[in-house]
T-cell receptor, first 116, second 114 residues
């Protein structure tokens, strides 16, 4: 089945630094990828939709200058958390859908970000 | 906007059947999904159903859809301890072109007692 690879799986960084998270579709092409954030014991909240070759679409309340998204190819999207603060600590999950049609979303294994 | 609701917790004994329920509000939902999340991991797609189907069975998993009542259920037969996880119901609606993100329920934590 379709596989989405997300790296790193866990990262600890200091306040003020930036962290980049990669999301790759391994055996399919994805014109659209989605970035979700999950707080402990809560559901997934959509942060932004990453569009290959164009600007990402951010959900209301998500700062686009803080969460930079780049979708440079049909198999790679990156999320950069800039000037990280402890409140950015969370579980970030990317997902992608095969561009072939109404196929299901497949998810990466998530990245646990801890900002100290 | 869309809303998806689930009960928060379900406890069953090993070998019993588990039934996890979900309700949604968007009548234009096209696909409905069940995902499984184990601790510290991403989401694993278990199964999905198209809105014109009433039932779908895949090995131990049975999905029932009542479109009139906007009710979706996931039945796990012969539940095993390895089935302990959080199960998310999600729906996909036709949105602006190419977007079609999913709306997730709050997740149901399934605990399987040995």
């Amino acid at each position: 089945g379709a596989v989405v690879s997300q790296h790193p799986s866990r990262v600890i960084c200091k306040s003020g630094t930036s962290v980049k998270i990669e999301c790759r579709s391994l055996d399919f092409q994805a014109t659209t990828m989605f970035w979700y954030r999950q707080f402990p014991k809560q559901s997934l909240m959509l942060m932004a939709t990453s569009n290959e070759g164009s600007k990402a679409t951010y959900e209301q309340g998500v700062e686009k200058d803080k969460f930079l998204i780049n979708h440079a190819s049909l198999t790679l999207s990156t999320l950069t958390v800039t000037s990280a603060h402890p409140e950015d600590s969370s579980f970030y999950i990317c997902s992608a859908r095969d561009m072939g049609g109404n196929s299901p979303l497949h998810f990466g294994n998530g990245t646990r970000l801890t900002v100290t | 906007g869309e809303d998806v609701e689930q009960s928060l917790f379900l406890s069953v004994r090993e070998g019993d059947s588990s039934v996890i329920n979900c309700t949604y509000t968007d009548s234009s939902s096209t696909y409905l999904y069940w995902y499984k999340q184990e601790p510290g991991a991403g989401l694993q797609l278990l199964t999905y159903i198209f809105s014109n189907m009433d039932m779908k069975q895949d090995q131990r998993l049975t999905v029932l859809l009542n479109k009139k009542d906007k009710h979706l259920s996931l039945r796990i037969a012969d539940t095993q301890t390895g089935d302990s996880a959080i199960y998310f119901c999600a729906e996909s609606s036709p949105m602006d072109t190419g977007r079609r993100a999913l709306t997730f329920g709050s997740g149901t934590r399934l605990q399987v007692q040995p």
